[in-house]
C-alpha cells in the first residue's frame, strides 16, 4: 500500500480540474498543466477532490500509484503558487544578467555565455550573483536550474562556480608544502 498514493489531492479554490481524453488538467490562477494519464493507474474527480487507485493490484501499477498522486499535486501547486529555484553564483569576475529572454553569464570563459530562457520560465537576476529560475512546470523550472548550473559546477578547492541556495560543497584541502 502506498501511503502517498492512498492520501487524495485536493482541488483548492479557483483551481479548475478536468480529467478527459488520457489527460489530467489542471487550471489555475497562474495558467494551465496537463499531463499525460497512466494506464495502471484510475483517477477519479470527486467534487474538489481528485483520488487515484490502482488498476489491478501488479507491482506496476503499485508503483505507478504514488508516483502519479505526487505529479497531479505537483500540477495544483504550480498552477496555484509556482515553482522556484535560486542560483548562486561565487567567483571573481562571476556574474549574470538577465536581457529580455536571454541569460547573460560571464563565468571566466574567453567568451560570454548566452543562455535563451525557454518558454514558460521568467529568469530574474535582483544582484550581478543570483539568479532567480521561477515558472509553474516544476520539471521544467528544474531542468533549466540544472542546464545552467552545468556551465560551471561549484570546485571542491575555492567552492567558485554555479550553486543551488542552501546547497552544501564539500570543501578539500590544498596541496600541502
Known amino acids: 500500500m502506498s501511503r502517498t498514493g492512498k ?3 485536493s482541488i483548492p479554490a479557483g483551481v479548475t480540474a478536468t480529467v ?3 489527460q489530467v488538467s489542471m487550471k489555475g490562477p497562474k495558467g494551465s498543466l496537463s499531463m499525460p494519464m497512466a494506464d495502471e493507474v484510475t483517477y477519479e474527480l470527486e467534487g474538489d477532490k481528485l483520488t487515484i487507485a490502482p488498476a489491478n493490484n501488479g507491482k506496476r501499477a503499485r508503483s505507478f500509484w504514488g508516483m502519479q498522486r505526487t505529479l497531479i499535486q505537483n500540477l495544483v501547486t504550480g ?3 509556482g515553482y522556484t529555484k535560486v ?11 538577465a536581457q529580455g529572454k536571454t541569460l547573460k553569464l560571464q563565468l571566466g570563459y574567453s567568451h560570454d555565455v548566452d543562455y535563451a530562457v525557454p518558454e514558460g520560465i521568467e529568469i530574474k537576476t535582483p544582484d550581478n550573483t543570483t539568479v532567480e529560475i521561477s515558472g509553474i512546470d516544476k520539471q521544467k523550472v528544474g531542468q533549466v536550474a540544472a542546464e545552467i548550473r552545468r556551465w560551471r559546477k561549484p ?15 564539500f570543501r578539500k584541502e590544498g596541496k600541502k608544502k
Open 7 to 9: 492520501k487524495p489531492v
Open 20 to 22: 478527459a481524453d488520457g
Open 79 to 81: 498552477v496555484t503558487e
Open 87 to 97: 542560483l548562486e553564483i561565487t567567483g571573481v569576475g562571476y556574474r549574470a544578467t
Open 155 to 169: 570546485e571542491p578547492y575555492k567552492g567558485k562556480g554555479i550553486k543551488y541556495r542552501g546547497e552544501y560543497i
